[in-house]
């Protein structure tokens, strides 16, 4: 019988042996020397090299060298400055957030889920992700990367790439480019942990974001942001256009609606509408928001790769669109209620934030109110639905992060304009095919997700023992205790 334990160490031993394969390509890579590139380096034409009239790399007559596109300190400076602002949305603002609203008794297995997920994505993109989602196009169609860059073979830290580009074309690193989207790939799937809270066995978690992240994550951001490096075939549905500036569909959408059917599979916690469930720790729900809120700006205008002006239009639609959506959520509620509830208005900035993340490059400031609304209302209304349906996703990954993703991409493809970022108009604008667009791409995301997701954990639950959910007993006790031996509060 397959053991949970026997399957942590078979991961340790398949991320080990990765490493020592990719440690030869790692180590040629290096041998080159700073800006040493040849015609004949592998990592030639995956980067930006200057050129002459006809398209021929340019060589140096003296050292037999390429020449490297110039790298624009203030936009690297910028990327990274981006980078790291992701990176504290993920252990730092939803780790804190989940945790506070989990019970006590689960608050640190939620806090650790998600803080682990970091460590685990953070390598599983670095020895195959990254190649997966944006290396060259493997089909011919868009659907996949190959394993060209397999422990970033290629991956140069001094030399820009075709794999991304702003509005000043690359002007980055291409290795800063990976490390930014890294953060994108941790955050996903550990926003799938509020649908599985307190109840799923932590050994399983585990294995099960590798799976995911691999199987869905990385096909969806081939499919809609992959430029198609080396000359290869742009993801199938970013060549519609199906327009997604940061996210509301590779994450948003895949994440949320994943999350839905792993609550409808692995089932109600016990006691669920019967006993109370309340969140255990306000001040941390709260402190969890303001991190992601602040976060959120190098999450979106960051995605504009490079310190330019719709890295500006971004960052203030990213904030109008918040704080409209925080609002609207609280009167709601309040409307709703009779209380002016404080995790209301924390629920509704962050639905803020997820609906106008694909759309923050490409709209205008008062689009981005009409959005900010939207995101309250529909995602507030998913809330309410899903309790009546009695659906335990518990954390509201589903309502929040999969009705507000779905609800940012279809109204991207009705407000957005060529104005801010020069793709396409929307709806609005009289573009309707754009709206078209957005929504085949949003709901093959959503499709795919969702299939993908089922067969894992159908497929996990068969073959880890009595399951991937714990025993009755430890979830009545707590999986604080009975997954960690730890406890969130000691007051003795």
């Not at 991961?11 to 590139?37: D, I, K, M, R």
């Not at 300190?73 to 949305?89: C, F, H, K, R």
């Not at 895949?254 to 916690?269: F, K, N, P």
Request: hydrophobic share 50%.
């Amino acid at each position: 019988m397959f053991q949970p334990s026997r399957g942590i160490l078979i991961l340790g031993l398949a991320v080990l042996l990765t490493v020592l394969l990719s440690f030869s390509f790692l180590s040629n890579a290096l041998a080159a020397g700073p800006n040493n590139y040849t015609k004949d380096d592998p990592a030639a034409k995956w980067s930006c090299f200057k050129k002459d009239s006809k398209g021929n790399l340019l060589v140096n007559k003296t050292t037999g060298y390429l020449t490297p596109c110039p790298i624009d300190t203030g936009d690297n400076a910028w990327m990274l400055t981006s980078a790291a602002l992701v990176l504290m949305m993920t252990p730092g603002g939803l780790a804190i957030f989940y945790s506070g609203l989990s019970r006590q008794k689960n608050a640190v297995n939620t806090l650790h889920m998600v803080f682990i997920t970091t460590g685990i994505i953070g390598i599983q993109w670095v020895l195959w992700g990254y190649s997966l989602a944006f290396g060259p196009d493997a089909t011919g169609n868009g659907f996949i990367g190959t394993f060209d860059w397999v422990g970033l073979r290629g991956v140069l830290h001094d030399v820009p790439s075709d794999v991304y580009g702003g509005l000043g074309g690359p002007t980055i690193p291409h290795m800063t480019y990976m490390a930014f989207q890294m953060m994108f790939a941790i955050i996903t799937p550990a926003l799938i942990v509020a649908a599985l809270a307190e109840r799923m066995k932590f050994s399983a978690f585990v294995i099960f974001i590798v799976l995911w992240a691999t199987f869905v994550y990385d096909f969806c951001a081939h499919w809609t942001w992959s430029l198609g490096s080396g000359g290869t075939h742009v993801g199938w549905t970013g060549a519609l256009p199906s327009l997604d500036f940061a996210g509301g569909t590779v994450i948003h959408i895949t994440s949320g609606w994943s999350g839905l059917v792993i609550a409808l599979m692995i089932g109600r916690r016990l006691g669920y509408g019967k006993v109370p469930m309340e969140p255990h720790n306000i001040s941390l729900i709260v402190l969890g928001a303001a991190l992601l809120w602040v976060g959120w700006f190098g999450f979106n205008a960051g995605s504009a790769g490079a310190a330019r002006s719709n890295a500006t239009s971004a960052f203030v639609a990213t904030q109008v669109a918040t704080a409209m959506a925080a609002v609207t959520w609280a009167l709601i509620s309040w409307a709703h209620t009779g209380r002016a509830s404080t995790i209301g208005a924390a629920s509704g900035a962050v639905a803020g934030l997820v609906a106008i993340t694909p759309a923050s490059g490409f709209v205008s400031p008062m689009s981005s109110i009409i959005i900010g609304i939207a995101a309250s209302v529909f995602c507030y209304g998913a809330v309410m639905f899903k309790s009546r349906r009695k659906w335990d996703d518990a954390l509201d990954t589903w309502g929040v992060h999969g009705v507000g993703g779905l609800v940012g991409a279809l109204l991207t493809g009705t407000f957005a304009q060529k104005y801010y970022t020069p793709s396409a108009n929307g709806l609005a604008f009289g573009n309707p095919q754009q709206f078209v667009n957005n929504a085949i791409g949003a709901f093959a995301s959503l499709a795919w997700a969702m299939g993908i997701t089922a067969v894992i954990i159908k497929v996990m639950d068969m073959v880890w023992p009595q399951g991937i959910r714990v025993t009755p007993k430890e979830e009545e006790i707590g999986l604080d205790l009975t997954q960690h031996g730890e406890r969130a509060y000691v007051t003795e």
